[in-house]
């Protein structure tokens, strides 16, 4: 498996091994079964028709970008953080903007939640016991209780999605933790956005975030892998392990923000000067997978 423990561990000297690799776990919870698509490697699969199209509108000369890292950014945490909860965890009730496309709840948010900084306010919750996954977007608790836009609730251990059309704590009606780059575990795919995107989704995504129907965009839940040709080897150990797992399982889209930005989860052993290198890798390296054969 890719692992961070250490910068020696990064050698990757095995990196196009096919072995048979462990399912991503947080807490003794499985980050979805090895048969999601999350999970599910993407680099014999073959390249989109429509490839160089999706990705000169995402932005052929924009450099990938690490929206995660260590220290804090105007005093919040880089990234997006999660909370791992008892199965005893008290529950509380949320009022949701978007109620009709919400999971009713109760949601088992802790006293001192840890949030996501900027105007999004994410919370993610992992509920050990029960292996449930709780994701809310635009959080805020007043004096009449919880709020949000959106909440959305998946069983760890199942591949089911959410209903057609709905959205979740992400445009895309998809889970955040699975595509986050996580300090010691890059086994997955990974997150990212794209500046614009079409009035459309593409499995495993649920939900699109655009009135646009030009076909050049691209739609929600479009997968991307950084092409095999590319050589990785004069990158940092971080950014290379990053790199490497774009090889392997690319990653999807899942929101509209700025091009190529990686989510990840924030934690003091990433190193910022690392993964900047990730800058060194612009569209033109990458390619849009064709995943129409890709299900559980």
Same mark, same amino acid.
Request: aromatic share 8%; glycine share 8%.
């Given at each position: ?210 009135? $646009?129907? /030009?076909? *050049?965009?691209? #739609?929600?839940?479009? %997968?991307?892998? !950084?092409? @095999? $040709?590319? /050589?990785? *080897?004069?990158? #940092?150990?971080?950014? %290379?392990?990053? !790199?490497? @797992? ?51």
């Amino acid at each position: 498996m890719i692992r961070l423990l250490a910068a020696a561990v990064l050698a990757l000297a095995s990196a196009g091994a096919a072995s048979p690799i462990a399912t991503p776990e947080i807490a003794g919870c499985p980050i979805f079964p090895a048969t999601n698509p999350w999970n599910q490697r993407v680099d014999k699969l073959p390249v989109a028709k429509n490839s160089a199209t999706l990705i000169r509108a995402i932005g052929l000369d924009r450099p990938l970008h690490a929206d995660f890292g260590s220290g804090l950014y105007d005093g919040e945490p880089i990234g997006i953080p999660y909370n791992v909860v008892p199965a005893a965890q008290p529950t509380v009730h949320v009022t949701f903007e978007y109620a009709d496309e919400s999971d009713k709840g109760p949601y088992p948010i802790p006293a001192h939640p840890r949030i996501e900084g900027g105007s999004d306010h994410h919370i993610l919750i992992v509920q050990q016991g029960t292996c449930r996954l709780f994701e809310l977007g635009g959080a805020q608790h007043t004096a009449a209780g919880w709020q949000a836009w959106a909440g959305a609730s998946w069983s760890l251990r199942s591949n089911a999605v959410r209903p057609a059309t709905w959205t979740s704590a992400d445009a895309a009606g998809l889970p955040i933790l699975p595509g986050l780059a996580r300090y010691g575990d890059l086994d997955h795919a990974l997150r990212f956005t794209a500046e614009r995107t079409r009035r459309a989704f593409i499995y495993p995504a649920r939900h699109y975030a655009s009135d $646009s129907t /030009d076909p *050049s965009l691209p #739609p929600m839940g479009l %997968r991307v892998r !950084l092409k @095999a $040709s590319f /050589d990785v *080897s004069g990158f #940092p150990p971080q950014a %290379r392990a990053v !790199l490497e @797992a774009l090889k392997r399982y690319g990653m999807i889209l899942a929101d509209n923000g700025s091009p190529w930005f990686i989510t990840g989860a924030p934690d003091p052993r990433w190193s910022n000067d690392e993964l900047h290198a990730l800058g060194r890798v612009t569209g033109r390296d990458l390619e849009v997978v064709d995943t129409s054969g890709l299900r559980p």
